[in-house]
T-cell receptor, first 109, second 113 residues
Framework: SQQGEEDPQALSIQEGENATMNCSYK?????LQWYRQNSGRGLVHLIL?????REKHSGRLRVTLDTSKKSSSLLITASRAADTASYFC?????????FGKGTRLSVIA | EAQVTQNPRYLITVTGKKLTVTCSQN?????MSWYRQDPGLGLRQIYY???????DKGDVPEGYKVSRKEKRNFPLILESPSPNQTSLYFC????????????FGSGTRLTVV
């Protein structure tokens, strides 16, 4: 399977700081997706970056993709308490998405 | 509103009593799937369906059945539930399983005693 591995497992920051989460994967991909999960709720799709793209923005989110290193990063700028959640990356190739264990982000007010 | 609807939201049952968790989507999506989420193990895929009448096993299919008789519905069936199937279950759908984002349901918290 093409499961992504998120790093770090947990991250705690102060409100207003930037949060960076990383994702590594092992196989070639067509795209890579990031999701957010608030405690006990369903995952919410944040952003999809295609393999021929290097960077993509959506509001306070910035995603980068380096296919040569098989890695991606998610940057959340000016974080808020409401950003507290788990974040998952999902590399997508020829099989449906498989999710890892995610990064648990805590934003302290 | 475009959504994936799972029912029930919470369920407590006894070992061996057959149950069905329903999943329905109103977005005309081809792809649907089921996941279970357990502490420390992340989300694990149970079954998925690329289209009507097409289903495939995910990573943890043992003890589960699914059917896809119509595009909008993808029920998860536990013929004889056991305590190790106590978990948080999510249904998801997508235009296709590969190139589009997934929409998730709100989850079903199942406890088997």
């Amino acid at each position: 399977s093409q499961q992504g591995e998120e790093d770090p497992q947990a991250l705690s920051i102060q409100e207003g700081e930037n949060a960076t989460m990383n994702c590594s994967y092992k196989t070639s991909i067509n795209n890579l997706q990031w999701y957010r999960q608030n405690s006990g709720r369903g995952l919410v799709h944040l952003i999809l970056i295609r393999s021929n793209e290097r960077e993509k923005h959506s509001g306070r989110l910035r995603v980068t993709l380096d296919t040569s290193k098989k890695s991606s990063s998610l940057l959340i700028t000016a974080s808020r308490a409401a950003d507290t959640a788990s974040y998952f990356c999902a590399p997508s190739g020829n099989t449906p998405l498989v999710f890892g264990k995610g990064t648990r982000l805590s934003v302290i007010a | 509103e475009a959504q994936v609807t799972q029912n029930p939201r919470y369920l407590i049952t006894v070992t061996g009593k057959k149950l069905t968790v329903t999943c329905s989507q109103n977005m005309n999506h081809e792809y649907m799937s089921w996941y279970r989420q357990d502490p420390g193990l992340g989300l694990r895929q149970i079954y998925y369906s690329m289209n009507v009448e097409v289903t495939d096993k995910g990573d943890v299919p043992e003890g589960y059945k699914v059917s896809r008789k119509e595009k909008r519905n993808f029920p998860l069936i536990l013929e004889s539930p056991s305590p190790n199937q106590t978990s948080l279950y999510f249904c998801a759908s997508s235009l296709s399983g590969l190139d589009y984002g997934y929409t998730f349901g709100s989850g079903t918290r199942l406890t088997v005693v």
